[in-house]
């Protein structure tokens, strides 16, 4: 074999080797989601939510301040006397214990196929420095997913300068639209770009991974930032794209992930459409809503032929989830019920009782205002009972409950008729 021909074969050895790695993953066609064998594929299963992030409210602790990830983690430490060795062991326990393949077994069983694991940029930034810190959870909850047959998004929950008021996204602001910096500041921006890259650059290759869900909920201040959101999402898929061409990109639209008025292109071939949908109590409004609010952001999309994905919903009665559900598999439409399991609850798939040791300790941390350290002693065995607690969120544990209501209202099996959306 002479030297031109050697050459072209190994450039068409590359290009079959790139394609046959590139045919494992999750693409988009038609504005549908597809398999590696190009057959539709409908991705259905639950947010871990407050698993990664903590989240007050689902840890009985809604009081401004520690009911962020940050807040909630500066309170246990409090409760511990300041030990923050002792309250990284809890985290770390409580992340063992939260989720792990026993849950993930259970959540296949129920008929899902799919996760979506919220995170913090914090998890691979010190305030200095890339880290690696996230990784180790990545990788297990990967491991978890191959071993299972399941698919998994992740999902930047909070970025760096706060993309919405809210305290999911670690702001300690109460729902103080002024507080929202992302966008203000675009270091904060081309951060998370930087991180992206950096985990898009580790999982390249992982086709267990559907999508990179790039910013949580965004809500724009004012007209100004709304016209950077689109800008702001081109600057992170050409990082990502710059490491890894395989996985879809996800983005939401402004306003909590309701007003995709913002997007108005197709700036990547991969690209989906993410929506979150939580209407008002009121059945009947609900309803409408969800045909109408829902409808929009589906023809907006289709219009782009960009596939939409329903990322969150929850909190409603069941018949309006059920109803939501329903729209989405009407329409092809794939969804993550918010959210697994939470304490004390029955809108999760699981509910966990709070244990008495707990409850001393979280009334401690309510006692003061955040971020200060409450006046009175800590708990004296704090250490105790947050680590048993944090052994009581196991689903194994007699402390977690399934919530088959809540199952029924958000399964992938449709038990209604429902209306789907004309694609004009």
């Known amino acids: 074999m002479n030297a031109v021909r050697f050459r072209w074969w190994l450039l068409l050895l590359a290009f079959a080797l790139h ?22 594929l409908l991705l259905v299963g639950p947010n871990l939510g407050n698993w990664l992030v903590f989240e007050g409210y689902m840890l009985d602790i809604d009081v401004q301040g520690w009911s962020t990830p940050t807040g909630f983690e500066l309170g246990v430490t409090h409760a511990l006397g300041g030990n923050q060795q002792q309250a990284d062991r809890f985290v770390d326990r409580w992340r063992e214990n939260y989720v792990d393949r026993n849950t993930l077994g259970q959540i296949k069983s129920q008929g899902f196929n799919s996760i979506r694991v919220p995170f913090s940029y914090r998890l691979f930034w010190d305030g200095k420095r890339l880290t690696d810190e996230g990784f180790r959870h990545f990788d297990r ?85 709304k016209g950077r959101l689109e800008a702001s999402y081109r600057v992170i898929t050409t990082a990502i794209r710059s490491v890894d061409r395989n996985h879809l990109i996800s983005v939401q639209g402004d306003w909590w992930g309701s007003d995709f008025s913002p997007l108005t292109n197709k700036w990547d071939d991969k690209l989906v459409f993410q929506t979150h949908h939580y209407p008002k109590q009121d059945e009947l409004q609900a309803h409408d809503t969800m045909r109408g609010g829902l409808g929009d952001r589906l023809r907006h999309a289709r219009k782009l032929g960009i596939p939409l994905w329903l990322g969150e919903f929850g909190e409603n009665s069941y018949p309006v989830l059920r109803g939501i559900a329903d729209w989405s598999l009407a329409n092809n439409v794939g969804y993550a019920p918010w959210s697994f399991k939470r304490i004390e609850t029955d809108r999760a798939l699981w509910s966990i009782r709070k244990t008495d040791g ?29 680590m048993d607690f944090a052994d009581a969120v196991r689903n194994d544990s007699s402390n977690v409950t399934a919530v088959p209501g ?3 209202a958000v399964r992938p099996v449709s038990t209604a008729k429902a209306a789907s959306t004309p694609a004009r």
């Open 141 to 225: 909850i990967i491991g978890f997913c191959r071993e299972l047959g399941l698919y998994v998004q992740f999902d930047m929950h909070a970025a760096p300068g706060y993309q919405n008021p809210g305290h999911h996204s670690d702001n300690p602001s109460e729902e103080v639209r002024e507080s929202v910096r992302f966008w203000a500041d675009w270091s904060n921006v081309e951060l998370a770009a930087k991180i992206w890259q950096h985990v898009a650059r580790r999982y390249a290759d992982e086709p267990v991974i559907w999508s990179w869900d790039l910013l949580n909920e965004p809500v724009t201040r004012n007209d100004a930032e």
């Open 358 to 386: 707990y409850q001393r300790v979280i009334d401690y941390i309510k006692s003061a205002t955040y971020p200060k350290k409450p006046g009175r002693k800590p708990p004296a065995d704090a250490f105790g009972v947050l």
């Open 406 to 408: 809540f199952l029924e």
């Open 19 to 40: 394609a046959g790695a590139n045919a494992q993953f999750v693409h988009t066609r038609n504005a549908g989601i597809v398999d590696a064998e190009g057959r539709s």
